[in-house]
């Protein structure tokens, strides 16, 4: 297909998150026949996401740097709103592609509403079903569902989310979530971890990034990562600390000084999914690392009240432990402690997918745009 008869396709990145799971599908676009694909990167995480590019061999094609010191969540999406929308009109795109729950994902579903823009959301119909938690992603996941045209949800769970709300069940497209598509790319290296670790000792993974468990929150967890140490002196626990301001500080002042906390920058991908698959035990409150050791069948233990991931927690490969001290010492006890109690959450089948959501959902946009539309009759 030559290069004039090629639809457009803009898939929009902001985060980190965001900036893997759209990898496999920004390939598989840039691999075929059919597509002109382009990137428009709004920076929202900047220096965590250009290793994420390196790694998949993804580039930008646009940057809209739109974060700046100090700006408000309203700031932030007003710059993003206009940002957006004067890129896609530029672009003037056949198809919009976002994934997730963030608001750049939030803007480019408005933006492209507004131009009257077909618009597909990649992970759609994830729910906790509280628009406080997490906040503003419940509620971003919401609006966007009402703005999209195509709905590529990882799993029936999540089709039926969306059905409730009262989503065309036309429109809805059960994919399998990308996220599993490059972890199943990532798994085939082993990237140095950057962190010298004892091999003897058993490894616990420590992530924690959200708006919910900042303060009193998180000093509760590093609690809880303090008597986790002090009970198994055959554990070394690995904390890749987040840059967010608020967490660093608290994090390094209770747990800082052990001798077996390894506190480090965060890793690249290649060397988080390494450090997965090294790991006896992942306490975690973020969602794609839920999905992420589910399909490495590593436990994982969520340290959130609820999860939009409730497939996980349903079929027995994650436990919702909060921010409770005791909680969380007692289910990572049960785990390191009672090998046969650990074992299901090991061996349990991962919900979220095959590795092959990415190919999927490139076909059936093809399908929605199938036969090629003149640009001069949509305008």
Not at 105 to 117: D, I, T
Not at 160 to 171: F, K, M, P, Q, V
Not at 277 to 303: C, F, M, W, Y
Request: hydrophobic share 40%; charged share 25%; net charge neutral.
């Amino acid at each position: 297909m030559s290069s004039q008869t090629r639809q457009t396709v803009v898939c929009v990145v902001g985060t980190r998150p965001e900036a893997i799971k759209m990898a496999p599908v920004i390939r598989a676009l840039r691999a075929s026949s059919w597509a002109r694909c382009r990137v428009i990167f709004t920076a929202q995480h900047r220096d965590l996401v250009a290793p994420v590019f390196e790694f998949f061999g993804v580039q930008p094609d646009v940057d809209l740097d739109v974060m700046r010191p100090g700006q408000s969540l309203a700031d932030l999406s007003n710059r993003l709103l206009a940002s957006l929308h004067d890129s896609l009109r530029r672009e003037d795109p056949d198809f919009v592609l976002a994934q997730g729950d963030t608001t750049t994902v939030l803007a480019a579903a408005l933006a492209s509403y507004m131009l009257s823009a077909p618009f597909g959301h990649i992970e759609a119909g994830l729910r906790t079903h509280r628009l406080d938690s997490p906040f503003p992603e419940e509620a971003n996941r919401v609006a966007v569902s009402h703005l999209s045209d195509l709905h590529f949800a990882p799993t029936t769970a999540a089709r039926e989310n969306l059905l409730h709300e009262g989503i065309e069940r036309a429109s809805i497209h059960v994919t399998g979530n990308t996220g599993i598509d490059a972890l199943h790319l990532a798994a085939r290296r082993d990237s140095p971890l950057g962190a010298t670790l004892d091999p003897d000792k058993r490894l616990i993974l420590v992530t924690v990034h959200r708006r919910e468990n900042q303060g009193e929150p998180l000093r509760r967890i590093c609690e809880s990562v303090r008597a986790i140490h002090e009970r198994f002196e055959d554990v070394e626990i690995l904390w890749p600390v987040h840059p967010n301001p608020a967490i660093g500080p608290v994090v390094a002042e209770i747990v800082g000084g052990l001798p077996r906390v390894r506190l480090v920058e965060p890793l690249s991908y290649g060397s988080f999914v390494t450090a997965m698959k090294r790991s006896a035990l992942i306490l975690s409150d973020s969602g794609g690392i839920q999905e992420e050791a589910t399909a490495l069948r590593k436990p994982v233990l969520v340290l959130r009240q609820v999860s939009e991931r409730d497939e996980a927690v349903r079929c027995g490969v994650a436990r919702l432990v909060g921010h409770d001290p005791a909680t969380i010492v007692a289910e990572t006890s049960r785990l390191l402690g009672d090998a046969a109690d650990g074992r299901p959450l090991a061996q349990a089948e991962s919900p979220f997918g095959d590795g092959r959501a990415a190919s999927r959902i490139v076909s059936i946009v093809k399908k929605s745009l199938t036969p090629v539309r003149s640009k001069a009759v949509r305008a």
